[in-house]
């Protein structure tokens, strides 16, 4: 499945991307053939991830370069409102910022066009190195918690936390993953429960409020995740939850392993508070599958990402090589 399904590919002239809103109850497909169309769909969650986003972005780019031909002004603009999309996956910056300085020195459509394709294939290949420096990493067939969907639909492809999953359980050292369900969008429940599915390993869903208490029973050896934005102390943004995961998990002797490739690791923010958090509608708290639920005049919170602190990860696996408890100073030295 992690080679077969793909989130998002170019087809020459159009981007076509996986409706991910509507998994698993339906495989379509939409197809973009303006930038802005690429922003509207990462902002509405049919692409979704934070490698994905910024993959998304990159072809939207080549869209912009394709429709504006030599006018960079209306390139620029363009990739003004991709970048205003989804504020926390810095890998959306970081994706525009290499093509931005090929736009900026006059690259054509077929230079930019080359370059997402660079993006996109250097993604996979950083996935599939973590999925085999994470998997080094578990001694013995384990049961693993994962939480949101860090898999190859939120990826170029093969993922990153499911990446390692993926890459153990064909070593042999996966007994059972355990998906959080991922309130509100439901990525643990649809989307990582498909993947896991589709590739006969063994996983159970647990409402995100259950995840302690399957760790207090004893059936956790690792929590892996993925993440939006590391900062450059190794604290890390990751979907909403992954940070109560963190604390539950290190009261419960439980290791804590984040799977990001550097294009994840944002140097410039010195700490985790300074990632810009994004708040989404209340909508998505009030209902559940397009159902109304909550009592009419409840107000709403509804950050969709929360900052774990460094002191609780045991390891940040990227393609560069594995961090043992991050800091600023091993954070730095794999950067170099
Ligand atoms: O809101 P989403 O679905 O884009 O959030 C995704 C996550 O939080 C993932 O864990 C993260 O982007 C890593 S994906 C490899």
């Given at each position: 499945m992690s080679d077969s399904v793909q989130a998002i590919r170019w087809d020459g002239e159009t981007l076509i991307l996986l409706d991910q809103r509507l998994l698993p109850a339906s495989v379509s497909y939409l197809t973009c053939r303006q930038a802005g169309e690429v922003a509207t769909a990462i902002h509405e969650m049919v692409v979704r991830g934070a490698p994905a986003i910024g993959i998304a972005a990159a072809w939207g780019v080549v869209l912009s370069a394709r429709r504006h031909a030599a006018d960079t002004a209306a390139i620029l603009d363009d990739m003004q409102t991709l970048a205003a999309a989804r504020p926390t996956a810095v890998n959306l910056f970081w994706a525009l910022a290499r093509m931005r300085s090929l736009v900026e020195t006059g690259a054509d459509a077929a230079r930019l066009e080359r370059e997402a394709r660079a993006i996109h294939e250097e993604d996979i290949a950083a996935n599939r190195r973590m999925g085999e420096l994470g998997a080094d990493l578990i001694e013995h067939p384990c049961r693993v918690l994962t939480h949101c969907n860090a898999g190859a639909l939120a990826t170029g492809g093969y993922g990153t936390a499911l990446g390692v999953i993926r890459s153990a359980h064909a070593r042999g050292l996966i007994d059972h993953v355990y998906a959080d369900e991922t309130r509100p969008w439901l990525q643990g429940a649809r989307l990582t429960a498909w993947e896991m599915v589709q590739e006969g390993i063994p996983v159970s869903l647990l409402a995100d409020g259950a995840a302690a208490h399957l760790m207090a029973r004893g059936l956790v050896d690792w929590v892996i995740v993925g993440s939006d934005r590391i900062a450059a102390n190794g604290d890390v943004a990751n979907k909403i939850g992954t940070y109560g995961l963190a604390i539950a998990a290190r009261h419960h002797g439980v290791r804590f392993m984040v799977v990001a490739p550097t294009?994840?690791?944002?140097?410039?923010?010195?700490?985790?508070?300074r990632i810009p958090v994004e708040d989404r509608d209340a909508d998505e708290l009030l209902g559940c599958a397009g159902q109304r639920v909550a009592a009419p005049g409840a107000g709403v919170w509804n950050p969709v990402f929360d900052i774990t602190p460094a002191s609780l990860v045991d390891a940040i696996v990227t393609e560069r090589g594995v961090v043992h408890k991050p800091d600023a100073a091993s954070l730095r030295a794999l950067m170099r």
């Open positions: 294009s994840t690791i944002d140097m410039k923010l010195a700490d985790g508070s």
